[in-house]
């Protein structure tokens, strides 16, 4: 919340903005600092605004520093309401200010770290109440924290790496698309018209050309609404359970970018294996996990049948062996972590293969991109430049 307040220091009248938790906490930090107050009124807030929404809004980055910042306090030896204490007073946000207000009210009220952040689940993941729950159990929170901070890291870091490769050829193709679209719709016309009035034969490429410019022009407003109809049925197909795993099969099956998708679950499921083995959840616990955070419906498909056949006995090598969709490396790095009792280490370990298999791959694809992109604008400035020189080329023949 944010307070107005007037206040007297020395000889000098002051007014400013502050945020607390209460009037009293602001009345507290004035005197603390010198100054007499008074007046302090609660600033209200338009809370169903565009900006306040926006400003609300907990990321991810959020997450990723909340949780090194908790985890570097309690390795100083501070206690969980301290460090949460002096979180609150550093924070900005609005909405991440509340969140942490809340868990430190739970905390304070009898319950544990684990219970409340489980009232968030949009923002914290069931691998990441399960660590901090098993670091309570343990006795060792801060350690734990410490390593899920590392995990949520380099998550941002391999996200940010592929955001960055996918940025430049998309701009590229909307920018084409809509440079073609004015080109056909709008300029065209104008000069396809030039055309009707010889008795020029035109060629098969003018004559599409002309098609689509008068398609465009007469019907440019259904385009769009049809674009825009096409995406939404799409979207909302894709929330569908068959649509999202018709989905992830086709994208899987994509030369270069199924391999990073595959390279991708694997990096994480892998990595949260490690993590919650090495904490010591049981094995069926850490699959289950892995299971609700892989996104992939494919692979959380797999992993859940592995999750069956290790209830029924068989290792976790060999159940993964009959899924027929992991990387031999895999299963048998997991029979030996399995044989040698150093499965969580073993993870570990092809979790980092797989990241820098994952960094060659997105590099292997931009490497690529950028002369398809290349071939594809000179196909279409190709297939323009030939309708509309063609005709002009035939009629200077005509006239003479």
Do not use: C
Not at 58 to 69: E, G, H, K, L, W
Not at 289 to 298: M, S
Not at 342 to 358: G, I
Not at 376 to 384: A, S
């Amino acid at each position: 919340m944010y307070f107005k307040y007037k206040a007297l220091k020395g000889n000098k009248t002051v007014k400013r903005q502050i945020e607390a938790a209460s009037v009293t906490s602001v009345i507290g930090y004035l005197q603390q600092n010198g100054y007499f107050p008074i007046s302090v009124t609660l600033v209200k807030e338009k809370e169903d605004s565009l900006f306040s929404f926006i400003s609300s809004k907990i990321s991810f980055n959020d997450i990723v520093d909340f949780t090194r910042q908790i985890a570097i306090m309690l390795n100083a030896g501070l206690t969980i309401i301290n460090a949460l204490e002096i979180l609150k007073k550093q924070l900005v946000k609005r909405g991440l200010r509340k969140m942490v207000d809340d868990i430190d009210a739970t905390i304070k009220a009898g319950g544990s770290f684990s219970s409340a952040l489980r009232k968030y689940p949009s923002n914290f993941s069931g691998l990441y109440i399960a660590l901090v729950k098993s670091g309570e159990a343990s006795g060792k929170l801060g350690e734990i924290l410490l390593r899920l901070a590392d995990n949520l890291e380099k998550e941002r870091e391999f996200k940010s790496k592929l955001k960055g490769a996918l940025i430049y050829p998309a701009v590229i193709l909307v920018g084409m698309f809509v440079v073609m679209f004015i080109m056909i719709t709008f300029v065209m016309p104008k000069l396809l018209n030039l055309y009707k009035d010889f008795n020029v034969q035109l060629p098969i490429t003018t004559q599409i050309l002309i098609a689509i410019s008068s398609f465009s022009v007469r019907f440019w407003p259904l385009i769009f609404i049809g674009v825009f109809a096409l995406v939404y049925f799409i979207k909302k197909y894709l929330k569908t359970k068959a649509g999202k795993y018709k989905f992830d099969q086709l994208t899987l099956k994509l030369p270069v970018i199924g391999r990073i998708i595959s390279i991708s679950a694997l990096v994480d499921s892998t990595r949260t294996l490690s993590i919650l083995i090495g904490a010591g959840v049981s094995i069926l616990e850490a699959l289950s996990i892995v299971v609700e955070t892989t996104e992939n419906l494919i692979y959380q498909k797999a992993f859940a049948n592995v999750s069956r056949q290790i209830e029924k006995g068989q290792s976790l090598g060999t159940s993964l062996d009959q899924e027929g969709i992991f990387p031999p490396i895999l299963v048998q790095m997991s029979l030996v972590g399995e044989q040698t009792g150093n499965l969580n280490d073993t993870l570990l370990r092809l979790s980092k293969y797989f990241e820098m298999e994952s960094e060659i791959s997105i590099k292997t694809m931009t490497t690529l991109i950028e002369p398809v992109i290349l071939v594809v604008l000179g196909f279409g400035v190709g297939f323009l430049v030939l309708s509309v020189i063609t005709p002009i080329y035939n009629l200077t023949n005509s006239f003479k």
